[in-house]
């Protein structure tokens, strides 16, 4: 088992620019959510998304959105970056199950430097 | 709104000696509470899980707590070792709407010198 797989491991993008961030699930998990995590901060949570449907959103701005695929893989996309976007952006996965909320189990993370 | 509070945010011993990290929550109405570590630059590794209807969970040197009518979790490490230096996250399963499912406090860092 692969576990939850995150791409890239690092990014460096320049302000204003675009970007997009992958996720694979853990086998047999159909729910991904994102976290924001900043430099001597706890993760922060960005989305979730089940079934192709974003099902729940922090406080973040409408430039953060994302995408679920068929195969559960999820894409965060981040537009107009800002030097504050700069972040370790963890992917988490989870299985919705019969209970609405299961354990999540996380990614490696992708590190974002906006210059 | 739940709010997740680590105390001491940064954490120094030698070698050898146990150690206590608090957490602490302001809405009882948790359904598990987790803790992670993570190193420097590193994603999260969990170390234990505790449902909401269990007290307490052990796994090798390491003892989590949980007492939710206190809004208040323990981890114990016993024997610490320089392998330990790491980041100590808390975070709680919620209920919350916006805030999402799981609820991170910011971390204390322990330093453990040989």
């Known amino acids: 088992d692969a576990g939850v797989t995150q791409s890239p491991t690092h990014l460096i993008k320049t302000r204003g620019q675009q970007v997009t961030l992958r996720c694979s699930p853990k086998s047999g998990h159909d729910t991904v959510s994102w976290y924001q995590q900043a430099l001597g901060q706890g993760p922060q949570f960005i989305f979730q998304y089940y079934e192709e449907e974003e099902r729940q959103r922090g406080n973040f701005p409408d430039r953060f959105s994302g995408h679920q695929f068929p195969n559960y893989s999820s894409e965060l996309n981040v537009n107009a970056l800002l030097l504050g976007d700069s972040a370790l952006y963890l992917c988490?996965?989870?299985?919705?199950?019969?209970?609405?909320?299961?354990?999540?189990?996380f990614g490696p993370g992708t590190r974002l430097l906006v210059l | 709104k739940q709010e997740v509070t680590q105390i001491p945010a940064a954490l120094s011993v030698p070698e050898g000696e146990n150690l206590v990290l608090n957490c602490s929550f302001t809405d009882s109405a948790i359904y598990n509470l987790q803790w992670f570590r993570q190193d420097p630059g590193k994603g999260l590794t969990s170390l234990l899980l505790?449902?909401?209807?269990?007290r307490e969970q052990t796994s090798g040197r390491l003892n989590a707590s949980l007492d939710k009518s206190s809004g208040r979790s323990t981890l114990y490490i016993a024997a610490s070792q320089p392998g330990d230096s790491a980041t100590y996250l808390c975070a709680v399963g919620y209920y919350g709407g916006s805030q999402g499912n799981l609820i991170f406090g910011k971390g204390t860092k322990l330093s453990v010198k040989p």
């Open positions: 988490a996965s989870s299985y919705r199950g019969r209970e609405a909320i299961e354990t999540q189990y």
């Open positions: 505790i449902q909401s209807s269990q």
